[in-house]
Structures are given as C-alpha cells and as structure tokens.
C-alpha cells in the first residue's frame, strides 16, 4: 500500500527554526507538495518539490531526497502566525495525490 | 486574487437527513475535486471531475453519495441519508488542467464543515 508518515504534533518557540519530517512510500513519485492549513481553514500550497535538494522560499525551504523517500519542511525565524498543520502530500505513478495526516506545529512565546 | 467559492461553511443536520453542498472552481480550471477531511486527519478524495466528466470516483460511497458537474463548471455534492460518520470538513479544489508538468497545483475552497446529530 501507499503511505505518507509525518509527525502527529511539535511544538517550538517563537523566534526559532522547526523541521518538520515527511517519509513516503507510493508507487511512483512525480512531485512532493507541501501545505499549510490554519484551524478550520482550507489547506494553501508553500513548496513543491520534484529534484533532490532544497528549494528555498523567505522564511521556509523544502528539502527532497528520492532515494530515501524523504523530505522536510523547514521553518526559520518562527512567528505565532505559524502555528497551522502542515501537510506532506505525494503525487504518485498515476499522478494522484497521496496526503499524509498532517503535523500540528504549535509555537510558544 | 481568484477563489474557490463553497458553500455553506456550515451544515447542521440529523442523521437521516439530506444534506448538498456546493462548489465554483476558479473561472477556467477545469479539474475539480472534492475531498473528505475528518478532524486530526488529511484529506481524503471523493470524486475527481475533468470538465463534466467523472475521472475518478473510486473512493466514493456511491449507496449515499452523489456528485455532479453539469456545465463542466460549478459542483455539487450530495449526502443522502447522512449518517453520523459523515461528520468532517467538505472541501473543494479546482486547477487549471490535468497536465501533470509542474506544480499545477490545487487550489482550495474554505470548506464545508459539517455535523450530523
């Protein structure tokens, strides 16, 4: 079967950098989205990455290794604002999207 | 900037009840879906449309769900008898195309949430 595994919850303070961890397993890959997703809102696109390596975006670079099934989302410079779910979404061999359950990042002053 | 227009935001029904909601993808995107999310959880699609046409309703529960496109424009998906599991957040995403090069990423509404007592 396919599968998306991210953390269920983190917590980090105002201020600092959080990563945030997405493994996969799908049968194939063409794309790895991530979203962010406020409380009772609907998710909005930051990064998709489709090449190894880190795309960089202001405050938040998204980083894919295929071989590894990997990727993370990290945040700088954190700001209360921040404190969403972050979703890690695959598109696989037959270009469907695979979501995983989402990260809820809680940030603390 | 374009929006994915759904509505309504909020549906209160009991159980056995028939419930719709309704969907207007940005003007030209002309893929649309229609997701499930429960609570805690990602989203989960329902139905894919390309235009009018049904391209993936694998996951549907067809015995008491139904979608339709129409115009290849507005959506509208509807629950009939609801039932308490049925209890999430409806949510709609359209996108230009089904050309897989890129990005071409969905676009969301604000969500349907709804509660079945």
């Known amino acids: 079967g396919q599968n998306i595994d991210q953390p269920t919850e983190m917590t980090a303070t105002e201020g600092a950098i959080v990563q945030i961890n997405c493994t996969y397993q799908?049968?194939?890959?063409?794309?790895l989205f991530w979203y962010q997703q406020h409380a009772g809102e609907a998710p909005t696109f930051l990064s998709y990455?489709?090449l190894d390596g880190l795309e960089e975006k202001g405050r938040f670079s998204s980083f894919l290794s295929r071989s590894k099934g990997y990727s993370y989302l990290l945040l700088k410079e954190l700001q209360m604002k921040d404190s969403a779910s972050y979703l890690c979404a695959v598109r696989d061999g037959n270009y469907q999207l695979i979501w995983g359950a989402g990260t809820k990042l809680i940030i603390k002053p | 900037e374009a929006e994915v227009a759904q509505s309504p935001r909020y549906k209160i029904t009991e159980k056995s009840q028939a419930v719709a909601f309704w969907c207007d993808p940005i003007s030209g995107h002309a893929t649309l879906y229609w997701y499930r999310q429960i609570l805690g959880q990602g989203p989960e699609l329902l139905v894919q449309?390309?235009?009018?046409?049904?391209?993936?309703d694998s996951q549907l529960p067809k015995d008491r769900f139904s979608a339709e496109r129409l115009k290849g424009v507005d959506s509208t998906l509807k629950i009939q008898p609801a039932e308490l599991g049925d209890s999430a957040m409806y949510l709609c995403?359209?996108?230009?195309?089904?050309?897989?090069?890129?990005?071409?990423?969905?676009?969301f509404g604000a969500g349907s949430r709804l509660t079945v007592l």
């Open positions: 449309f390309q235009d009018e046409s049904v391209v993936d």
């Open positions: 799908t049968s194939g890959f063409n794309g």
């Open positions: 995403a359209s996108r230009t195309d089904s050309s897989h090069s890129g990005a071409n990423v969905l676009t």
């Open positions: 990455n489709v």
